[in-house]
């Protein structure tokens, strides 16, 4: 394959996955969904469940989108150092965007902030948004792809607290923000939570908590006992599925972490709703690839 | 009108006001017939911009939504995916956007305010939620596309005009005599919450 076949063919993969992504919810997801439905006894709670169900079959069978609002595209790259098309791959991405609009379809939802002007085509300035981390010495890439839609994204919010107020206010920023717009956000949500030095940092570390499998916790001991608190006290403000009461209010609950000056307390929570669109695509040179999000993803030319 | 059919309460256009006077909070029905679609862009140019709405919705049922819908030769537009977008976003035109076109019957996700609910009791309206999220469940409820305007403002906020089939199901959250359902709610989650705070502020303390 020639260099420019190479490109065609990873922008070509990229799109389908992206596409697939809006269509199939990934295997973590529907697995908790199904705990969940399995867990609950109240009837209203339990026929949304069935709807989701239903809808998730419906939209693998007809390869629609799973829900209307495809979102705004968020990257995630971990690139090695030495892959070969790393020079070409925010390119490649954006090109990917566009075709997966056109061919699942997606919604166009990309506004150009000042002009306010829809693009048509999910792409823009800063759009797909995209986020580096460079692997020294691989010569793999990693993609993190996220739909962001529109009402888990509003109740997004970042503050940089008085160290005083302590982990209790961390809890506290965490929780008035669920109870104030989570029954908006097409609960049970999966809440991210970023820990770090200054808004910024934190709401990314916020954001990257989303990329993280359900059901996983935090290396750090202390960080993983507050994700079981905070997953036991939001399912206890009982918001349930849609906010209209149940047994579950969250997919989980996972936190990021950093360090911080000692001086400030930065804290940014990001929320993913029930349809949480999030995949990963690992790459190897030859652009062989696995994604253990989306397993029944295949690639055909 | 309203009919039970095989125990489930259906509601078709043009609805009547006895049909929504005789709705209450947590009341779980369906719907036939036509609605229109219209969000933020919508809301603005009817209130803030003071445009006249061009469609006669008074009898039909305005959803908060904005479709994937693809257009094509052979079958004109077809409805791809459709959902309830957050009805709070439009809370601020709400009760004015109700006096204004007379609307009695509003679809959407998550509760609404004090102001819609207001409106909802003076106009003799209601709120009703859709199970968002579900967006091909939804759309193979749309029958037809039969019109659409303002589609200047992009696929998602144009007014789409829809004819629908079995639309649900859609569970009353404001009735018209003002019980605000997510209001309620809401009241009690906060209550809860505040027990949390402090019962997770004493377990951090030990282990912090
Ligand atoms: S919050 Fe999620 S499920 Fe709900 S409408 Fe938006 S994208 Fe769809």
């Known amino acids: 394959m020639t260099r420019k076949e190479r490109i065609q063919m990873m922008t070509d993969i990229m799109a389908s996955f992206i596409g697939y992504t809006a269509v199939h919810l990934p295997d973590d997801v529907i697995s908790k969904l199904r705990e969940l439905r399995d867990s609950e006894e109240d009837p209203a709670a339990l026929s949304i469940y069935d709807m989701m169900?239903?809808?998730?079959?419906?939209?693998?069978?007809?390869g629609r989108p799973s829900c209307q609002d495809t979102g705004f595209v968020q990257l995630r790259i971990e690139c090695g150092s030495r892959f070969p098309l790393i020079d070409e791959l925010e390119e490649i991405l954006r090109c990917a965007v566009i075709t997966a609009t056109n061919n699942t379809p997606l919604r166009p939802n990309v506004v150009e902030t000042?002009?306010?002007?829809?693009?048509?085509?999910?792409?823009?300035?800063?759009?797909?948004?995209?986020?580096w981390k460079i692997v020294p010495g691989w010569d793999g890439c990693g993609i993190y792809t996220y739909l962001a839609?529109?009402?888990?994204?509003?109740?997004?919010?970042?503050?940089?607290?008085?160290?005083?107020?302590?982990?209790?206010?961390?809890?506290?920023?965490?929780?008035?923000?669920?109870?104030?717009?989570?029954?908006?956000?097409?609960?049970?949500?999966?809440?991210?939570?970023?820990?770090?030095?200054?808004?910024?940092?934190?709401a990314m570390l916020s954001k990257e908590a989303l990329f993280?499998?359900?059901?996983?916790?935090s290396p750090n001991e202390k960080a993983a006992e507050m994700e079981r608190m905070l997953e036991d006290a939001i399912n206890t403000m009982g918001i349930g599925p849609q906010g209209m009461g149940g047994k579950a209010s969250v997919l989980g609950v996972s936190i990021q972490h950093a360090a911080r000056h000692t001086a400030t307390l930065g804290v940014g929570v990001s929320f993913g709703c029930w349809t949480h669109r999030r995949g990963h695509i690992v790459f190897e040179r030859d652009l062989s690839f696995v994604t253990e999000t989306h397993p029944g993803?295949?690639?055909?030319? | 009108m309203t009919e039970t059919i095989n125990g489930k309460t259906i509601l078709s256009t043009p609805f009547t006001e006895e049909d929504i006077l005789a709705l209450r909070a947590g009341d779980v029905i369906y719907i036939n017939g036509d609605i229109v679609t219209g969000r933020d862009d919508v809301h603005i140019r009817v209130i803030a911009e003071n445009m006249d709405l061009p469609a006669v919705i008074n009898d039909?049922?305005?959803?908060?939504?904005?479709?994937?819908?693809k257009c094509s030769e052979e079958s004109g537009f077809e409805v791809i995916a459709i959902g309830p977008t957050t009805s709070m976003r439009m809370e601020k035109f709400e009760y004015d956007f109700i006096k204004k076109t007379g609307v009695r019957f509003i679809i959407g996700k998550g509760g609404m305010g004090e102001r819609t609910a207001e409106a909802c009791r003076e106009f003799g309206a209601v709120h009703c939620v859709l199970p968002a999220g579900n967006a091909v469940v939804t759309a193979l409820c749309a029958e037809e596309i039969t019109g659409v305007e303002w589609l200047d403002l992009g696929m998602a906020e144009a007014l789409w005009n829809i004819r629908v089939k079995g639309l649900g199901p859609l569970i009353v959250t404001i009735d018209s005599g003002g019980r605000n359902l997510f209001a309620e709610r809401k009241k009690e989650i906060a209550r809860r919450k505040e027990e949390q705070i402090e019962e997770i502020g004493k377990k951090l303390e030990s282990i912090l």
């Open chain 1, 297 to 301: 993803f295949t690639f055909v030319q």
């Open chain 1, 212 to 217: 993280r499998p359900l059901g996983s916790h």
């Open chain 2, 60 to 69: 039909k049922a305005l959803m908060h939504a904005g479709p994937i819908v």
């Open chain 1, 114 to 131: 000042f002009d306010e002007i829809n693009t048509g085509n999910n792409t823009g300035t800063g759009a797909p948004s995209i986020s």
């Open chain 1, 149 to 202: 839609g529109g009402g888990c994204s509003l109740p997004g919010h970042a503050a940089v607290l008085m160290p005083g107020e302590g982990y209790k206010g961390v809890v506290r920023f965490v929780l008035d923000r669920i109870a104030e717009y989570g029954t908006n956000a097409c609960p049970p949500l999966y809440v991210g939570v970023g820990i770090a030095n200054s808004v910024d940092t934190a």
């Open chain 1, 53 to 62: 169900f239903e809808n998730m079959r419906l939209a693998s069978e007809l």
